[in-house]
């Protein structure tokens, strides 16, 4: 069964700029989750979707949103970027909850 | 606020070695705690604890949680170089039904 798949894997930006990055679930999972990972922060939760909703959503600002297609595949924007968004983005499947989530390789953003 | 609490930082053990990492947390409406291993990029879920006392295995691997005292350890027996990695806490809330992660604790096994 293949893994979760993010992409792109690397990217840079300037600030200002918008991203858009995606994510491909495993197979049959309908729950995807996002992080940013940050040396100082750690892993931190975005939000997470489910059928097509999200779910529910960790302390960031409104420039970070996502969506979720019916096939589960999801994808993150983050507008306006600011030097403080680089980090490693992390998008996690499960069944249909948290329980035992899956992670992606992660894409790695440089806001410059 | 909620919070997670992983120590040590870092540990640097040799190979043979037996460790133990702790998890400390302080999450309102706790539903369950959550262990991982970093190694290069993503995260690797090893365990998932919701009831005190009960230790969850895994070959060298185990895990138990204490929900009177808010913690968790895990341990590592006979640690080898493959489990040079980051170990990542996570506390899962009801209430919001948010996700909390620790700072993590970077461990490196001498061969």
């Known amino acids: 069964k293949a893994g979760v798949t993010q992409t792109p894997r690397y990217l840079i930006k300037t600030r200002g700029q918008q991203v858009t990055l995606s994510c491909s679930p495993i197979?049959?999972?309908?729950?995807v989750s996002w992080y940013q990972q940050t040396p100082g922060q750690g892993l931190q939760f975005l939000f997470e979707y489910f059928s097509e909703t999200q779910r529910n959503k960790g302390n960031f600002p409104g420039r970070f949103s996502g969506r979720q297609f019916s096939n589960s595949r999801s994808e993150m924007n983050v507008s306006t970027l600011e030097l403080g968004d680089s980090a490693l983005y992390l998008c996690?499947?499960?069944?249909?909850?948290?329980?035992?989530?899956?992670f992606g390789p992660g894409t790695r953003l440089t806001v410059t | 606020e909620d919070k997670v609490v992983q120590s040590p930082l870092s540990l640097v053990v040799h190979e043979g070695d037996t460790v133990t990492l702790n998890c400390s947390y302080e999450v309102t409406n706790f539903r369950s705690l959550l262990w991982y291993k970093q190694e290069k990029k993503a995260p690797t879920f090893l365990f998932m604890l919701?009831?005190?006392?009960i230790e969850k295995k895994s070959g060298r691997l185990s895990s138990i949680l204490d929900k009177k005292e808010l913690f968790s350890i895990l341990n590592i027996t006979a640690t080898q170089t493959g489990d040079s990695a980051i170990y990542l806490c996570a506390v899962e809330a009801n209430r919001d039904d948010k996700i909390i992660f620790g700072k993590g604790t970077r461990l490196h096994i001498l061969p």
């Open positions: 919701t009831s005190s006392g």
């Open positions: 996690a499947s499960s069944l249909e909850n948290r329980i035992e989530q899956y």
């Open positions: 197979s049959g999972h309908r729950s």
